[in-house]
């Protein structure tokens, strides 16, 4: 089974079926929150909804396409994270995140996400990672920022949120670029 410890307080893990009710209970606690940028939202409204998708995302693993993971904050599950499978002949994968509206503006995000980057260039030995934002998401466009992405360019209109298109802004770190040292607290800041 897949677990990545990021710190003492942040670790990354295989979704399992038991993960479904506390996963669903957070989305339900965030929903207004997570459906302003994420299209998925209203598709995720039972335990049953899950029922395909687990087995989905743990086959992602076992057959090295990535992972999509539980983020625990000391224990807790506060989000999720995952590659949105990996490109093997270009070396290249995109990553996608969400945390709950209670976990936010703790650095669990930013730490994960490193935690991810380490794992695509360090043992999956890829090239280049991707991660697109909604333009206005404030939030989600700093952790690219912070990990010191090179914003590549705009995606009009490129994603459908429920009755509208909306931008997404490109960035990409390639494995040349990335810190090699392990994640560094001043990384917040």
């Not at 710190?7 to 295989?14: A, I, K, Q, R």
């Not at 929150?33 to 395909?52: G, H, N, R, T």
């Not at 090295?64 to 590659?83: D, L, S, T, W």
Request: aromatic fraction near 14%; charge should be negative; proline fraction near 4%.
């Amino acid at each position: 089974m897949f677990e990545y410890k990021i710190d003492d307080e942040v670790s990354l893990h295989l979704i399992e079926s038991t993960d479904a009710f506390p996963l669903l209970s957070l989305i339900n606690e965030s929903r207004p929150y997570l459906k302003e940028w994420l299209p998925w939202v209203d598709s995720m409204q039972s335990i049953a909804d899950y029922d395909e998708l687990i087995p989905e995302w743990r086959a992602q693993y076992y057959n090295n396409q990535g992972f999509q993971a539980i983020i625990r904050y000391y224990g807790e599950i506060a989000g999720m994270i995952g590659f949105h499978g990996i490109n093997w002949g270009n070396k290249s994968t995109s990553l996608g995140y969400w945390i709950g509206h209670d976990f936010q503006g703790k650095g669990i995000m930013t730490r994960a996400v490193h935690g991810c980057l380490n794992y695509a260039f360090n043992t999956l030995n890829l090239h280049r990672v991707e991660i697109r934002c909604g333009v206005n998401n404030e939030k989600s466009k700093a952790i690219p920022t912070r990990l010191g992405f090179t914003e590549e360019g705009l995606c009009r209109e490129g994603e459908y949120l429920y009755d509208h298109y909306h931008d997404l802004v490109i960035y990409g770190m390639l494995k040349h670029e990335w810190k090699q040292a392990p994640y560094a607290p001043w990384l917040l800041s």
